[in-house]
Nanobody, 124 residues
Framework: QLQLVESGGGLVQPGGSLRLSCTAS????????IAWFRQAPGKEREGVSC????????AYRNSVKGRFTIARDSAKNTVLLQMNSLKPEDTAVYYC?????????????????WGQGTQITVSS
């Protein structure tokens, strides 16, 4: 059974940092493009960042560029999302998603597998 599990969420003050992990079981992430999405209460789920299956191509939504970094750790079958300079508007449930092969995308309909999500709250 293919599963994705997110971890690393929590409560952080504005300006702080968190690192999210997306770990796979039942399949090797290296063959999949991976994306992080987030959903705040009352809002649509939106793409945050994605990385190609090779790891050579990444993309970010404009509001997180320069603050978030996505990367692969193939040895751990994990994709990381380093989040710095966090803002209250980053508060949401963060999900990782996978789709077989190729480039990533920030469109949620293009993903086949999803994790259960992890809560990020940015508040003083």
């Amino acid at each position: 059974q293919l599963q994705l599990v997110e971890s690393g969420g929590g409560l952080v003050q504005p300006g702080g940092s968190l690192r999210l992990s997306c770990t796979a079981s039942g399949f090797t992430l290296d063959y999949y493009a991976i994306a992080w999405f987030r959903q705040a209460p009352g809002k649509e789920r939106e793409g945050v960042s994605c990385i190609s299956s090779s790891g050579g191509t990444t993309a970010y939504r404009n509001s997180v560029k320069g603050r978030f970094t996505i990367a692969r750790d193939s040895a751990k079958n994990t994709v990381l999302l380093q989040m710095n300079s966090l803002k209250p508007e980053d508060t949401a449930v963060y999900y990782c998603a996978a789709r077989r092969g190729g480039l990533g995308s920030l469109f949620r309909d293009e993903y086949d597998y999803w994790g259960q999500g992890t809560q990020i709250t940015v508040s003083s």
